[in-house]
């Protein structure tokens, strides 16, 4: 027969029944090794083996020629070559003619009973337990040689000899056998000293090539070496498993970068460790396995950023930020940075700077110093400007302009007196002044005949007359519209009450129209929808109602129809409904009024699921036939069927892997992987326990110490597989309180008695045994009555008294602290009867020993607050209140019991008596005045001052000062009055006024009235134009010349002007246009009145102005902005016409 054909499950079966005959059998040839069932086994198996190098043996199913046994003569008479006979190849039993294959350096060899008479390196040994099937037979002392192996378990002799797994260096680890001189190795092996796997030192049969093959048996066992595959990242340890073709590649995987992905990738036995570390302080790291590594921020900590130049770095959004190091010197000089250590450094620069002194420019510094050029300066404070005032104090006070080199006297804005402009109905008609001498703000007329308003809205054409502003006529409030009551209100003006009458508000579409907020409001639209969805129903203002055809979506009320829409008015469809609903099981057709309707059909189909065969159709639905069968006689498999394919997945059921020393057997990746290794123990300390790959459990006889159950034998030993009993035990414990017996359960017992004993104590009399002992009976009483020897009795003397030095009492209260000495009490120290209380009186009594009398001697009650305290009582009674007044207001005054008087300072209201000062209140201590008192009178001539002792005092100047009186000039003070010192001279110059001077105004010029050339016109006068110079439009005696309009002309749609055109006159505009000398024409924004004051415009290219010919020189006249592009005129209108006439 040809092992190397056998199928794997014939070896299985083979081992299954060779273990199911030998049942309860003794003894044993192998034991079968298994690899460790889960992860954690797997680790602590690559713990131990870690440490050593793993090779490839070689490999092959036969042995080499050098190491096949001689042959060996003890062949059964009539047994050839393959027929079973003793040491032929066998896979089980039954391939031997004895019935017993039993194993031989990893393989199977036929095995024959025996007595004593196996070969050398075979035993005989015991099959069996006992009874009518106990059979001995030949069993090989290298069953396990050269078979691979984890550990010594793996290679346990049921010989008895000493097998361990050895190392055989990079190739891996193989099974041993032990040997010594007596004990030799077979041929082909060499003893040799080496060390377990374990690292004991032993003696041990190896291969003496130095490899050792996978043979059939190791197949079929799945036996493996350690290995380990070791590179850059770390090393992982694995096993070489025994296949057909020798040891299989090393299944450790190869080290790698540590990731993270709940894998331990460089095998160092830690998963994931250091993978996410992102290298933030700011961050909380951590793997999350396969989702990969979490950063969270942090919003808070301390942490470094690495700069030296921030401080107080802390966490923000995971990032570690820092406040920059300020390394401002406040010197413009430097350039201020950050040394980069944490220290500041200033460099020099050449920067602009300013050396605050006024009269240099250009200022730079340098070499840390700022320096500026010198310049002339006009002035360098405001005293320097009195030099140029001109005396008129309207137009502001001059002051050192100091914003600018050279510094020159400017008007300070702040000082120009700004007089109110004219307020109410009235402020167009008047104009403001101000008095260049005193500075005082007045108003004249202005204006006359100019438009004003009377602040009646209810006139129109209101004018100036002599500064006031007079009515002109009534206002026209009609606004022809029939929804408003009109009426004038002279607050408001015209006013338009809405009402609520009937109307008609010109729309065809609306029906009863009423007035509403002021405008006709239309009524209910008219109706008109014709119900048609076909046309689209409006009302036009004018026609009325209309219809017109639309092509909207509608229902022509067949659903069988698909699409209806509108066409001329009518409804129509494009097309007929599909009513297939795709499903084959079903009829479908349609109804008018109903729409689609779908009845069952039968007939085959299609569920969709190619693992189904035969479908129907049954009550509109496909029906599945029967499923596909897919089976693939694999019990480690799941067998299924996805899109007509048979799937088999694997399971992890439970299974049988044939070998009869495993048990407990689970699929895993569709194979059926090794169970656990059988437990053997049989209980029996009498026999060695182990399991044959094909016998199953052996049980070999051994001579151990052991126990045979009687407790009243010593040295129990096994003999032919049961314990034999020893010598008996002596059981005497010397104990006179104990009867001494021996119980085959207990052993010996010692049961104590009562019988009288003699414990040697003097101490004691009448001893009995009491529990095993003897205890003492009734003690002696020693005591003498003398508390001044100790008493006692000792166990070899007897009682014993010897004197002491305690403590005692001589029976007087007065003394204590009485000693012994000699055997007596001695006189003890006086006693002290000084309680410490002054409030008693201490004596002391033999008898009665101390007493304490109350007395009512003067005391202290220990607080500084009361004095002349009493004794009363035994106690210090308090005396009168201690008096803490220091008459300061400003101090809170207390007495503290311990530390006395305390004056806390307040914050109250005081008098700190300085006349000079207001509002005292108390600060550290002492009243503080905090406001001065206001010592102004009011009188420039008086110089104002404050003594603390009296207060304020008002002693008479002689400085510059105004008396009120317009009229007199050099005003100064004398004995603290204003009084001038000369008088005003007033002459205007003017012919038209008489000239005088009022005290509270000063100079007044009144109008001589009529007269010609003051520029007011009075009658009888025709006009006045200010002067009396001819041909300008008002001649010498105030007439009018004949004027005729030529014509007018448009500012910004004029005539061209040119380019750059000059600034023109309102008159030399008119000649502009209509030609000749301005001298001939005046204008008007009227086009039938001439008033010659209404030209100030601005206008042309470039903004040119144009003054008006008889307005205030030099003074602009206001039309709402800068740039207005339009004539202004005196009434604050914009137009854009103005109007010639011209002389004739």
């Not at 104009?431 to 202005?446: E, Y």
Request: overall charge negative; aromatic content about 4%.
């Amino acid at each position: 027969m040809d092992r190397r054909k056998l199928p794997h499950g014939a070896l299985l079966l083979g081992s299954l029944l060779a273990g199911l005959l030998l049942s309860g059998c003794a003894g044993g040839t192998s034991v079968t090794q298994s690899l460790p069932d889960g992860d954690a086994a797997l680790a602590e198996v690559t713990a131990e083996v870690s440490a050593r190098e793993v090779g490839t043996p070689e490999t092959g199913a036969e042995l080499p020629d050098s190491l096949v046994p001689p042959d060996v003569a003890e062949v059964e008479p009539g047994c050839g070559p393959g027929m079973g006979c003793f040491l032929d190849p066998c896979s089980e039993n039954p391939d031997c003619q004895s019935g017993w294959c039993v194993e031989h350096m990893g393989q199977g060899l036929c095995s024959r009973e025996c007595q004593d008479e196996c070969p050398e390196g075979w035993l005989c040994k015991q099959a069996g337990a006992g009874g009518p099937d106990v059979v001995f037979i030949c069993v090989s002392n290298y069953s396990n040689l050269c078979k691979p192996c984890l550990s010594g378990d793996s290679c346990t002799s049921v010989t008895g000899l000493k097998d361990v797994c050895v190392e055989y260096g990079p190739d891996g680890d193989f099974c041993g056998s032990a040997c010594d001189e007596a004990t030799p190795c077979p041929f082909g092996y060499l003893c040799k000293a080496t060390k377990s796997v374990e690292g004991a030192p032993v003696q041990q049969c190896m291969a003496q090539t130095g490899t050792c093959p996978c043979t059939e048996w190791s197949v079929s066992a799945a036996l493996a070496t350690a290995c380990e595959v070791e590179n850059a990242f770390g090393l992982c340890s694995g096993f070489r498993v025994c296949t057909a073709e020798g040891l299989a590649e090393c299944d450790a995987p190869a080290p790698a970068e540590e990731s993270c992905n709940d894998v331990d990738d460089d095998c160092d036995g830690s998963v994931d460790e250091d993978t996410c570390d992102d290298g933030s302080e700011c961050t909380v790291d951590s793997c999350l396995g396969e989702a990969g590594c979490k950063n969270e921020p942090l919003n808070e900590g301390e942490c470094k950023d690495g700069d030296a130049c921030t401080m107080g770095d802390h966490c923000e959004a995971g990032v570690c930020v820092g406040t920059p190091i300020l390394c401002d010197d406040k010197d413009p000089c430097t350039d201020d940075a950050c040394d980069g250590k944490g220290g500041c450094k200033y460099s020099f620069n050449q920067a602009s700077c300013d050396d605050e002194d006024p009269c240099t420019v250009a200022d730079q510094c340098g070499q840390g110093e700022c320096a500026g050029v010198k310049v002339k300066c006009d002035c360098q404070q405001n005293a320097d400007c009195k030099a140029l005032e001109d005396g008129d104090v309207c137009n502001g006070t001059l002051v050192c302009s100091l914003d600018e080199l050279p510094y020159e006297c400017e008007v300070a804005s702040t000082t120009v007196i700004d007089c109110p402009a004219p307020t109410g109905i009235d402020a167009i008609c008047q104009a403001a002044t101000c008095d260049p001498l005193t500075g005082k703000c007045g108003f004249a007329p202005d204006h006359e005949g100019f438009a004003c308003d009377d602040g009646n809205a209810c006139t129109v054409g209101d004018k100036c007359v002599q500064g006031k502003c007079e009515a002109g006529v009534s206002l026209v409030c009609k606004d022809d519209n029939p929804c408003t009551n009109d009426a004038c209100d002279p607050a408001a003006g015209c006013t338009h009450v809405p009402n609520m009458l009937l109307c008609d508000d010109g729309n065809v579409c609306t029906t009863g129209d009423t007035c509403a907020d002021g405008i006709c409001v239309g009524g209910a639209p008219l109706p008109c929808d014709d119900g048609n969805v076909c046309t689209d129903d409006s009302c036009d203002a004018k026609v009325g109602c209309l219809h017109a055809a639309n092509k909207a979506e509608c229902d022509d009320a067949n659903a069988c129809t698909l699409l209806d829409f509108c066409q001329g008015g009518k409804c129509i469809s494009s097309g007929d409904k599909n009513c297939d609903d795709g499903n084959v099981c079903t009829k479908d057709y349609c109804l008018a009024l109903k729409g689609c309707v779908s009845e069952p059909a039968s007939g085959p189909c299609s569920d969709g699921d190619a693992c189904t065969v035969g479908d129907q159709c049954s009550q509109g639905a496909c029906k599945p036939g029967a499923a596909v069968v897919c089976d693939d006689a694999n019990p480690c498999t799941d067998d299924g069927c996805k899109g007509g394919i048979c799937v088999f997945g694997p399971n992890q059921a439970a299974c049988d892997d044939g070998n009869v020393c495993t048990a407990g057997e689970a699929c895993k990746d569709g194979k059926c992987v090794l169970g656990k290794t059988v437990d053997c123990d049989d209980s029996n300390l009498c026999t060695d326990d182990s399991c044959d790959l094909l016998l199953g459990c052996l049980f070999s006889l051994n001579s151990n110490p052991c126990d045979d159950g009687n407790a009243c034998t010593l040295g129990d030993k096994c003999n032919a597989g049961a314990c034999k009993a020893g010598l008996t035990a002596s059981c005497d414990d010397k104990n006179p309180c104990t009867d001494d017996t021996c119980d085959p359960a207990g052993g010996c017992q010692h049961t104590p008695n009562t019988q009288p004993c003699n414990d040697g104590n003097l101490c004691t009399s009448g001893d009995t045994c009491a529990a095993g002992k003897c205890v003492g009976g009734e003690t002696p009483d020693c005591g003498d009555g003398n508390p001044c020897t100790d008493d006692w009795c000792d166990a070899g003397k007897g009682c014993q008294h010897k004197a002491n030095q305690n403590p005692c009492d001589d029976g007087n209260e007065c003394t204590h602290k009485e000693l012994c000495a000699d055997g007596k009490c001695q006189p003890g120290t006086p006693a002290e009867c000084d309680d410490g209380n002054v409030c008693t009186t201490d004596s002391c009594a033999p008898a009665t020993g101390c007493s304490y009398a109350p007395n009512t001697e003067p005391c202290d009650d220990k607080n500084v607050c009361t004095q002349d305290d009493v004794c009363g009582g035994g106690a210090c009674n308090p005396g009168a209140p201690k008096g803490c007044e220091d008459g300061n207001p400003c101090t809170n005054d207390l007495c503290h019991p311990q530390a006395g008087c305390v004056y806390q300072n307040n914050t109250n209201p005081c008098d700190d008596a300085n006349a000079c000062t207001t509002i005292g209140v108390c600060a550290g201590g002492i009243c503080a005045g905090s406001v001065p008192p206001n010592c102004d009178d009011g009188n420039l001539c008086t110089d104002d001052t404050c003594i603390p002792a009296t207060g304020c005092t008002h002693a008479p100047n002689s400085v510059a000062c105004n008396d009120g009186n317009a009229c007199t000039t050099g005003d100064k003070c004398f004995a603290g009055e204003c009084k001038g010192t000369g008088g005003l001279t007033c002459n205007d110059g003017v012919v038209c006024t008489t000239d005088s001077c009022d005290p509270d105004k000063g100079c007044v010029y009144t109008p001589i009235v009529p007269c010609c050339s003051n520029g007011i016109v009075e009658p009888p006068e025709q006009c006045d134009d200010g002067n009396v110079t001819p041909g300008d439009g008002c001649e010498a005696n105030c007439t009018k010349p004949q004027w005729v309009k030529v014509g007018s002309y448009n500012v910004i749609s004029g005539p061209a002007w040119g380019s750059n055109p000059p600034c023109y006159t309102g008159r030399e505009a008119c000649a502009k246009v209509f030609g000749g000398s301005a001298s001939q024409y005046q204008g008007s924004t009227d086009a039938n009145t001439i008033n010659n004051k209404a030209h100030h415009s601005i206008w042309g290219i470039g903004g040119c102005t144009v003054y008006a010919d008889d307005y205030k020189k030099n003074t602009y006249y206001n039309c709402g902005g800068s740039n207005c592009s339009s004539s202004a005129y005196v009434n604050d209108n914009c137009s854009a016409t103005n109007y010639c006439w011209k002389l004739q």
